[in-house]
């Protein structure tokens, strides 16, 4: 036990000189380069240039702060999904949840057009809520298809978490196309998922959420680690395995629709992040929840200054970008779990 608590720690501190490293880069590189000394300079203060405020402080870092908060919220939200499922192929992405929580915000930019444009506080704060509730739409329907003879079905979990991913998406694209040319332009980036209109009140917009929501999954992986067993057995523990069911699964429903309210339908963060977290740290789910969350981070950080950078003067979406990995991933683990 000490040695997996130091490998953990060991782990964690790697990930996270890997993150700083990540933002360092960002920070430095792109259209506008700075050098080190610039950005610690702007950030401290210390004779500051007009320039320099403008780039770091409105353009580049709430890029990285909001891809930081989204990579750790995804991460640990597909960590407690795959928990609950039982299922190593389930994601909010795969499974729809992203695509409820999508349709109901593209819902919320049709109907209050040019209010998510402007950022004003009203937009910030209800897009989530929109997002909450196509979340836990599309989570009640995979519930009920997937349910059979009173248990929940994993095979069947995917295949209904596909189908009506799928159609929640043609619903979004249906109500985008019936937007206005500035609209639908935004809205088709946005699903693409994108970061790229970060600003501060977006990440003021998110971030209780997160501080909310994720210590309520982090005291609950004893929870987690006892739903692996037969529900029986969880049963026969004295577990109310419903009710801590359904409060993880709000749980992780809150903070993958917080996300998608910033950053639009980033999918197999939620996928990836979990299974590498658990080939380094093993099964037990107080390692492996931060440390899924600090690799979700590492990826989207990353994953948005390759896309911003790498196809200049075009930008790549990040969800893009991490799918160009995530789907040979998703088809790598569905022939591992043929075999």
Known sequence: MPDRKARFRLLLLVNIALILLAIYISLTNGVFDMTV??????????????????????????????????????????TV?????????????????????????????FFFGGQFMDASWYSIIAMPLFGLTGGLLAAGLIYLFAWRNGVLDPQRL???????GSGLGAVSLYLSLKMNPNDFEMAT???????????????AGMLPWLVILIPVLMRKVYILDLLQLSEESVKNLGVS?????????LSSIGIVSACVSVSGGIGFVGLMAPHIAKRLTGIQHRYVLPLSGTIGMLMVVAADFIGKTVFTPLELPVGIVISIIGVPYFFYLLSRRKK
Do not use: C
């Not at 389930?90 to 349709?103: E, F």
């Not at 980036?189 to 990440?203: D, E, K, M, P």
């Not at 395995?241 to 699964?249: A, M, P, Q």
């Open 37 to 78: 000394l610039d950005v610690i300079q702007t950030l401290l203060r210390i004779d500051p240039v007009a320039e320099y405020d403008l780039v770091i402080f409105d353009f580049r870092l709430p890029r990285i702060v909001i891809a930081a908060l989204v990579g750790f919220g995804l991460g640990v939200a597909g």
């Open 81 to 109: 999904i795959q928990g609950i499922t039982r299922n190593g192929l389930a994601d909010p992405g795969i499974l729809g949840i992203n695509a409820g929580a999508g349709a109901a915000i593209v819902a919320f930019m």
């Open 158 to 164: 995917i295949l209904v978490g596909i189908a009506i």
């Open 189 to 203: 980036v946005w699903l693409s998922g994108s970061i790229w209109s970060a600003n501060w009140t977006h990440i």
């Open 241 to 249: 395995v419903e009710k801590e069911r359904n409060i993880l699964l």
